[in-house]
């Protein structure tokens, strides 16, 4: 993660936060078309659910320029999702989910330098929350 990259990830989350429940409709609407399977792993009404991932993303994008206090929070959450049996093949999954979500959400200001940028991002998060969840297998 360079400091561009979280610069562009900030500043494209500006943009996201006004059409926040679109976005994570987009989101687990992709993310259930494209792995049916993790639909399992989550209630039945996904309001609360929407909610939370939203209010997360917002404190892992704000907190990016400070890892040490954030990295505790990420860690925490990949054991959390340990406990829910997500498995690393799911990370993938919503990887590709997310990023579909914030191309439809934002249309022209998800550029290629912001695309590669939150992928980026989301990589070195997502593999903190793999490592967490490793330690308890």
């Not at 078309?33 to 399992?40: G, K, N, S, V």
Request: avoid cysteine; proline fraction near 4%; charged fraction near 20%.
């Amino acid at each position: 993660m360079t400091p561009e990259q979280i610069s562009l990830v900030q500043d494209s989350f500006r943009k996201v936060a006004p059409i926040a429940d679109h976005i994570a409709d987009l989101f687990y609407d992709r993310l259930f078309a494209i792995a049916p399977e993790t639909r399992a792993l989550f209630v039945d009404d996904l309001a609360e659910q929407k909610r939370k991932l939203m209010q997360m993303l917002g404190a892992a994008v704000s907190g990016l320029n400070r890892l040490d206090t954030l990295l505790p929070a990420v860690v925490q959450l990949g054991e959390r999702h340990h406990s829910y049996e997500v498995v690393p093949e799911h990370y993938d999954q919503v990887g590709q989910a997310l990023l579909w979500a914030l191309e439809q959400g934002l249309g022209t200001h998800f550029n290629g330098d912001v695309r590669e940028a939150w992928a980026a991002i989301y990589g070195t998060l997502a593999d903190m929350m793999i490592g967490a969840a490793a330690g308890h297998t």
